[in-house]
């Protein structure tokens, strides 16, 4: 009897890809799970902490980019303006998602926010229908409903209706937007470029729009103690390098739409670690909530094959 390694690498090259690339995808979101937790910590405001979050990870991007084989598939350099004016737009996205993120939390409640940033693959199944003629079949639709149902279970005893909080739940609802179009960017520039040049020029792009919103802000750039540059130097390995390179990776090879739902683990996953880090209650709700979303995923694969 064939042992799991070799029944692994038995599978079809386009299979073993799909699998190594799910498996990016949702550790991608698990590390970006974390990013909460380092803003919670974080010893400056959120537009600094932001900043940071690009300043300190492009370092270790620029070095991976420099150190990649010449020559491979996705693997040119930009070259022209329309290169780099759509790297641009896809840091210009990125960008848009953390500052909206953070002022809308301003205006209304963490939930609210975080909630309504989620429903990014709303704007992206839209785009990929309307615009790129993608078919998506009703399976994947019904996950797609049952993982933001879950979502909306995860966050429901923390969410505020008020009329007072309308602007901030539209800054929430932008994030979405933003973030949606961030992952469309991504997915069509990787058919062309690595994931480090992606994440390196984009990035430059997102530090250089983030630096005058933290200015503006009024918050102090700088940390008071090095356990307060330990939490922005994590938030850029863990949660930028590490958790949005491996979504990068794998949009190459995973539909954008599929891509998004599977994004609604972070949440989840950030929820466990609040409960296990930070002490935040973790109620029954939360826990079926997080069900949920685990089961829309898992519907939504079985709509997207």
Known sequence: MPDASSATLALPRGDRTQRIAIAALLIGALGIAFAPIFVRLSEVGPSATAFWRLAF??????????????????????????DHLRLSVAGLFFAGDLAVWHWSIQFTSVANATLLANFAPIFVTLVSWLVFKERFSRTFVLG????????????GRSLQLSVDALFGDALGLLTAV?????????????????????????????????????ILSGESLMSPTLAGWAVLLGLALV???????LIAYALAHLPAAFSSVSLLLQPAAAAVFAWALLGESLGPWQAAGAAIVLAGILLARRGSR
């Open 239 to 245: 949660s930028h390098a590490g958790g949005q390179s």
């Open 178 to 214: 933003f973030y949606g179009g961030y992952i469309l960017s991504v997915g069509r520039l990787r058919a062309e470029f690595s994931t480090a040049t992606i994440m390196t020029w984009s990035g430059v792009v997102t530090g250089a729009a983030l630096l005058p919103i933290a």
């Open 57 to 82: 990870a492009l370092p270790a991007l620029y070095l991976w980019m420099r150190l990649e084989p010449k020559g491979g598939m996705r693997a040119r350099r930009p070259s022209g303006l329309k």
């Open 144 to 155: 797609l409903a049952l993982a933001l149902g879950g979502a909306v279970v995860l966050m």
